[in-house]
C-alpha cells in the first residue's frame, strides 16, 4: 500500500531514469496521469500509457522515458517531490517558485487542475507546489 503515490511515481522514474531503463510501470490513477501528462508535453518522458490489468479492476501507468545522444545522456536531471502529505507548500502566483532560473519546471496543483508554472502564471493562479523537475 502506497501512502504518497506521487512521491512514488517520481521515484519510480528516477531509479529508472538512473539506470537507463526504457520505460517504468506503477499503479494508474487521474492525478499521476496529469502529471505523465505535463511530463510529456514539456518533453521529458517519451510517453505514457495506460493498461488495463487482466481479471482485475486496477489500471497500470507505463512511462517511456527519453535519452540524449542515443542513450548517453539523461534528459531528466533530477525530480523533487515538495510539497508533501505532512507538510503542503502553497504559493501565491507571485511566489511561484522558477526551478534553475527558469531551467527546470514546476508541477502546482491550482483550482483549475494539475499545471505547470508557467502556464498558472500565464492563468494568474496559485496553488499547491507539488514537484520540480530539472
Do not use: C, H
Amino acid at each position: 500500500m502506497v501512502i504518497d503515490s506521487i512521491s512514488d511515481m517520481l521515484t519510480r522514474i528516477r531509479n529508472a531514469n538512473q539506470q537507463f531503463k526504457n520505460y517504468t510501470a506503477m499503479d494508474s490513477s487521474v492525478l499521476l496521469k496529469k502529471i505523465a501528462k505535463i511530463l510529456y508535453e514539456e518533453g521529458y518522458i517519451g510517453g505514457y500509457k495506460v493498461k488495463v490489468i487482466k481479471n482485475s479492476p486496477k489500471q497500470q501507468l507505463f512511462i517511456y522515458l527519453v535519452y540524449r545522444n542515443d542513450g548517453q545522456s539523461r534528459v531528466i536531471s533530477g525530480l523533487k517531490r515538495i510539497s508533501k502529505p505532512g507538510l503542503r507548500i502553497y504559493s501565491k502566483v507571485d511566489d511561484i517558485p522558477r526551478v534553475l532560473n527558469g531551467l527546470g519546471r514546476v508541477i502546482l496543483s491550482t483550482s483549475e487542475g494539475i499545471m505547470e508554472g508557467e502556464k498558472a502564471r500565464s492563468k494568474n493562479l496559485g496553488g499547491e507546489v507539488i514537484a520540480f523537475i530539472w
